[in-house]
């Protein structure tokens, strides 16, 4: 799960990793009054989970309140990259001396971690890697061993830092690699980390990813989740624990098994091109031994999406037994029908493997008209692309 700036400077503070003040606000008028409470010139940022917030507007320094108030309203509200801002942070403005870049992420190719650093900051560290690789230190880390004080020096060396400041920065890298260890995360970036005027280095910008397999160990993180930005069907999905993700396309696919349900998404998306490129209209796996009930909650969700033309649902019976599959279909049916605002939409469904001559009499025999029995995967995927296309 990525933070939001604000929420990334507060891991920062509970690992001593010097940063700035700030006020997160949802209005202009907030950020009017949190200028006057810092008094001198602000930073006006917008709070989005991506990157190139300064190229597309979403970072304004105001010099008193009234331009803070002006920047503030043209920001809220702003689409960056597909995300519509709703908070922003207000902070004070440093006098920036030098900027540089540090990082600790998981290198999966390694399967260890690994510490990128630079004397370039403030620019996309995909343009320093790029341009100048000379100026991108990397450095692998034991995960055993940790980051000491004598390895953070030499990271600080290896980045080319200022000589005058790298024990400053050694001390930054290692409590910004305990933030990476404490939080279990599996991105901690500073972008700028800057050194002022008066010789402080401060983590001016923060980005953490953190890894939702560990929140078990982590209860109050549970206070960073934010679904003012998320699809209103991912949160549904994620509420009734499914693995969904909401894609672009007409045709709604269930399947059990990532594996399998990614190659129905490309078969989907073959198929449709024989009618007009139509595509999947998301990702769900229903997983290796989901219920009927699973299953129902799942084709609730798909039947909700009101860009969703036609349904294929492809199950290959496992330790899910395909009557379960079908058991719940015919349960999801019953239960959406007697629904006020149900859409009946057509379901092409290809069950296989344990029970599915079960699971398919279990269809048959339940006689409900808007599901369709194809026998293969690359026949069903063509129909329910073929349905999508011609739904109204």
């Known amino acids: 799960m990525d933070l939001y700036e604000y929420q990334a400077k507060e891991l920062f503070k509970a690992n001593q990793v010097p940063t700035q003040e700030g006020a997160v606000v949802t209005s202009a008028e907030a950020a009017k ?4 409470s810092f008094g001198g010139a602000t930073v006006i940022k917008a709070q989005v989970k991506t990157g190139g917030r300064g190229k597309a507007g979403g970072v304004k320094l105001a010099n008193d309140p009234a331009a803070a108030f002006t920047h503030a309203q ?34 999966r190719s390694n ?35 940790g ?17 005058e400041i790298q024990d400053a920065t050694a001390e930054v890298i290692m409590r910004l690699w305990d933030t990476f260890i404490n939080s279990d995360a599996t991105l901690v970036e500073v972008n700028p980390l800057v050194k002022t005027a008066d010789n402080r280095v401060v ?19 549970e206070n960073y989740v934010d679904i003012s930005n998320e699809d209103p069907l991912e949160t549904a999905a994620k509420a009734k624990g499914l693995n969904y ?16 349900v990614m190659s129905t998404l490309d078969v989907v998306a073959y198929a449709g091109e024989n009618f007009g490129g139509v595509k999947p209209a998301n990702f769900l796996d229903i997983g290796g031994g989901a219920s009927a009930q699973v299953m129902a909650d799942g084709l609730e ?24 599959v079908a058991n719940g279909i015919v349960q999801a049916i019953e239960m959406l029908s007697s629904k006020e605002n149900y859409q009946q939409k057509p379901i092409v469904v290809r069950l296989d493997g344990n029970n599915a001559k079960a699971g398919l009499e279990i269809l048959r025999s339940a006689n409900i008209k808007n599901i369709e029995i194809v026998e293969t995967m690359d026949a069903a995927a063509s129909k329910a692309a073929e349905l999508a296309k011609w739904a109204k």
């Open 33 to 36: 009054l949190a200028a006057e």
């Open 74 to 107: 043209n920001i809220l509200g702003l689409d960056i990259k597909g995300h519509i801002v709703k908070k922003i942070l207000v902070t004070p403005a440093e006098d920036i001396e030098s900027e540089f870049y540090v990082s600790f992420l998981v290198d």
């Open 111 to 145: 399967r260890s971690f690994l510490c990128m650093a630079s004397v370039a900051g403030g620019i996309d560290i995909e343009e320093v890697a790029a341009k100048t690789p000379e100026k991108l230190a990397k450095i692998q880390i034991d995960p055993l061993q």
């Open 147 to 163: 980051v000491s004080l004598e390895l953070a020096l030499a990271i600080a060396r290896e980045a080319q830092i200022p000589e």
């Open 203 to 221: 983590a001016l910008d923060g980005k953490v990813t953190l890894d939702e397999n560990a929140f078990f160990r982590h209860p109050d993180f």
């Open 245 to 260: 993700v909401k894609l672009d396309g007409s045709v709604g696919v269930i399947g059990n098994g990532a594996g399998l």
């Open 301 to 324: 969700i798909i039947l909700s999406d009101k860009d969703v033309k036609s349904v294929f649902v492809n199950v290959f019976g496992g330790i899910t037994a395909c009557d379960a």
